[in-house]
Every structure is written in C-alpha cells, then in structure tokens.
C-alpha cells in the first residue's frame, strides 16, 4: 500500500480496513491470572546469526503470551530494510502483536509515507512514532531532512491521517535531554498525545519515583491525556559491561545506590563474579518491576537486547509463568 498525499488516502486500490485492528491500548487489561500485562522490545538483526537469536527469544517470549512485541528502527539502508522485513515476520508468522517504531532520521516525509505502507501491507498498525536521533551520535546536533518533519508530534499527525493506525509515542520520566525544563518537556509529550498518540512508552529509567512524578506531570498538564497509559521501560543489567548500554538508553547514569550493589557483587574479579552480578541486576529489575506494579503501572515493558533469559527470570519472580507454544497456523 502506498499513501502519496498529503490527505493520506492509500494508492493502491486496495481498501484498507479502517477498524477492530488490534491495538496495544487494548491489550492493556489485566491477564487471566492476575498480573499485569508486559511487552518486549527486539532490536533490527544485524546479520543472520543475530536474526536466528531474535526468533529464538520471540519464541520464548511467545510461550509466556507478552501484551505485545516492538522493534526499533535504526539508521542506515540495509538495516531498515531488514528492519521492516523481520518485523512484517514477526507480524504474520507469530502470534505477537507487533508495534514497529517509526523515526523521522533522514527521511522525507513522501518516504516517511512509503514505510508506513509497507508496514501496513505486513499487516502492522501498531507503531511507535518517534523523532529520532543524530546517527551515530544521540547527543549529535539534531538535522531535519529537508523535506521531513522537525518533531515527533508532526509524524503523529501524519500516522494518524493515513487510516487505521494505533501510536504510541516516547516519554522521558527526567525530561528529554533537548527539553529546556520538565514543564515544557510535559507540555511536548501531552501535545503528541493530544495529536492522536493513545500510550506513551518511557524511557528507561532506575528510580520509580521517576516514572511516578511523570505520571503526575501529565496528568495535571491535561487530564484527559494524562489518563492515557505511560507504560514504564526497564532493562535487566546482567553484566558490569551492559551498564554502559543502560546508561546510554536511560541517558543517566546508573544511580550510585545500584551501582554499589552491582560492584560488590563483582569484587576483585568481575569476570570471576558474573554470576553473583546477573544475579543483582536481576534482582535489581525484579524490584522496580514489583514497585511499578505495586503502583498501577499499566504494563512492563521490558528492553530485551534479543535475549529472552534475563526478562523471563524477571518475570518468573514476579510470578508470571511460561504456557506451552500457542499453536500456530
Ligand atoms: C520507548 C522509546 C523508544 C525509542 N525507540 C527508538 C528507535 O526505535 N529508534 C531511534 O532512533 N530512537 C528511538 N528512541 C529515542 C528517541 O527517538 C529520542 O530520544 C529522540 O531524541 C526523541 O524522540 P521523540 O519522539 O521524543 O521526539 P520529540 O517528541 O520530537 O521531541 C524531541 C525534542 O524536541 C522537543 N519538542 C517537541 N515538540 C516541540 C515543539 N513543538 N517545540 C519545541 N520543542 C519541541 C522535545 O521536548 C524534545 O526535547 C526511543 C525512545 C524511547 C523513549
């Protein structure tokens, strides 16, 4: 399907369905045995021994039935097209519903529409819309394409006008790092929802208080976006080397207080000490996780690096439980 005016309506003839698509809003009810729902972030394979790891976790993950899966999108041609190739998989060939993250890096805003209908031709709906950063360098000066969309907000719009879509937007717990103060970055995020986006989902963060003076924020910015879901991101550290990657997605360092546990656990000898640091890091994620649902998180969405271990022992002390495969066409 392709969408190539600025009104939106698709060119190929084909009439797309224009409702009861299954969205991640909907999905956000609480699960048959009491807990609450939770989601998985995948990351683009970058060749295909990553790709094969990727369906393995998507398998494990399948059995234990997530509200729904993502997938990120990066920079560079030959990622995205593999990007948009695995998640139309994932999309068909699982059971999962699947949100693709869509940005705004080096794309017009015609080719921004071409990605939109390609994924809707795989049969997704479900995006996560976002700006984007510099490639290679998230702090980097933020460039515009030329003929693409300067913020998150404008690509709300224009998901939201091309049909049947669900969006969901980014939400920074300590403000973005663009954002000249906490108001104004509250005032951005209820604008996107005010635009059509129906969740948000945070940024990764360490301090539930955090993600709990956001909800706040919104909520007293505007109550009618405020009361849409702010589904709280969190990452399990299994390594003293996955802190660095923590702390890039979370853009904070890891605080002090975790930092002290993880580096007691590993001694003298962090190789030596793996175990006994996974084993912190897990814990680590278990507590927040418990504390957010203690608090009325709607969900938990979790930051996999592809891997399915880590999240499902969270998970498991957290009470969920693994199911046999669902059955598949
Ligand atoms: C859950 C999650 C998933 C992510 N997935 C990806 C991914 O797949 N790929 C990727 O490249 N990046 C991803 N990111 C990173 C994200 O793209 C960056 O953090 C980016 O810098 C901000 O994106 P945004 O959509 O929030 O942008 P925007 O909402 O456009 O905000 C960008 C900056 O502009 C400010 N701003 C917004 N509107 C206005 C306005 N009207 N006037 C003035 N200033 C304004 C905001 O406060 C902010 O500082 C993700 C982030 C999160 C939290």
Redesign the pocket.
Known sequence: MSFDNVGGRPTSGRTPRVSGTPSVVGQLVKRADGTIPFSVEFNPPRDEAAEARLWRAAREFERMHPAFVSM???AGGSTRDRTARVTGQLARETTLLTVA?L?A?EHSVAELRSIVGTYADAGIRNL??????PPGD?LGEWRRHPEGVE???ELVRMVCGLGDFHVG????PQG?H??PDLD??TA?LC??LRAGAEYS???MFFDVEHYLRLRDRVAACDPVEGAKPIIP?LMPITSLRTVQRAEELSGRPVPRRLMERLERAAGNDPEANRAAVREVGIEIATEIGRRLIEEGAPCLHFITLNFAKATTEVLTNLGYTVTAAPARA
């Open positions: 990120t999108y990066g993250h940005t890096v996560l819309v976002l700006r984007g950063d998230p913020y998150a907000e937007v980014a939400s920074f973005h663009r954002s104004h970055d951005y604008a996107k989902i945070t940024q991101e």
